[in-house]
Structures are given as structure tokens and as C-alpha cells.
């Protein structure tokens, strides 16, 4: 073997094993929950204001037990409804998916009809002209100031 296909070889090995020792390791955790959560408590929601929601509270896993995570307001979001927290069961394990705003297929969006201006809009001035309301004489020589 000659000597420079050799070297290029031993080149090649040594970058593609740097390559690989190089790349992350994607770890990822996984958590089974075989415990099923417990039944929501009741909240009674406060009057909203104008343009908020409620999302009501649920029950998250902490560490080896759920705990309560009491409800709030939200921003509404126009055409979109909040769908709460709930908790999903797959064979013997439970999954939680947190709230989230979803398209609302009810949401059907309303122009705001325009004005129709009159056809003979006068720009706010009088009948009689631009801001002179007596022909134009400003109250000299009409048949009233005599």
C-alpha cells in the first residue's frame, strides 16, 4: 500500500472518530405516572372582566405526588376558545396536556359595517357656501341688516 494512501487512511479514521464522539447526546426523560390524579376540586370562577377567561385550576404531578394548581384569568383570544387542563389515561399510565387556546369552529368574525356618507356631503359647512352662513356678505347688506 503506498504510503500517502496510508496517512490519507489514518486522516480519515481519526476525523470520523472525532465526528462521532463530538455529537450531543439527546437524553430524554420520561415520566410514568401510574397513579390516577384525583377528582378536580371545585372553584367557583370571579366575574371576568371584559376580554379575560377563566381557566379553571387541575391537579399536577410534583415530584411523588399531585398537587392542586388553583385556576386563574386569561387573555381572551378573538376566534379561539381556552381548552383547561386534563389528564389523559394510556394502559396503566396517565398523561397530563396542559390548557391551551384552540381555533373555535362557532367564531364566525363581523365586519363593521362603514358609514355611507350622504351624497351631497357638505364638509360640516352650511348650505350656503364654505362657512358663510349669509350669501357670502357676512351680515353686510342682507336684507336683514338694513
Known amino acids: 500500500m503506498n504510503h500517502n494512501n496510508v496517512v ?3 486522516l480519515l479514521s481519526a476525523v470520523l472518530a472525532a465526528s462521532t464522539a463530538a455529537l450531543p447526546a439527546f437524553a430524554q426523560v420520561s415520566i410514568n405516572i401510574n397513579i390516577a390524579p384525583p377528582v378536580a376540586q371545585y372553584e367557583s370562577a370571579p366575574a371576568m372582566a371584559p376580554g379575560y377567561v ?6 399536577a404531578w410534583h415530584t411523588d405526588r399531585y398537587i392542586w394548581v388553583r385556576g386563574h384569568t386569561v387573555a381572551q383570544r ?5 381548552e383547561p387542563d386534563r389528564w389523559e389515561q394510556r394502559g396503566n399510565s396517565y398523561y397530563r396536556h396542559p390548557g391551551n387556546w384552540a381555533p373555535d369552529a362557532s367564531y ?3 365586519k363593521a359595517k362603514k358609514e355611507k356618507k350622504p351624497k351631497h356631503w357638505d364638509k360640516g359647512r352650511g348650505n350656503d357656501g364654505p362657512g358663510q352662513g ?3 356678505k357676512h351680515g353686510k347688506g342682507g336684507k336683514h341688516d338694513r
Open 54 to 59: 377563566w381557566a379553571p385550576g387541575y391537579w
Open 108 to 110: 364566525h368574525a363581523v
Open 78 to 82: 378573538v376566534g379561539y376558545r381556552w
Open 8 to 10: 490519507r487512511s489514518l
Open 134 to 136: 349669509n350669501s357670502g
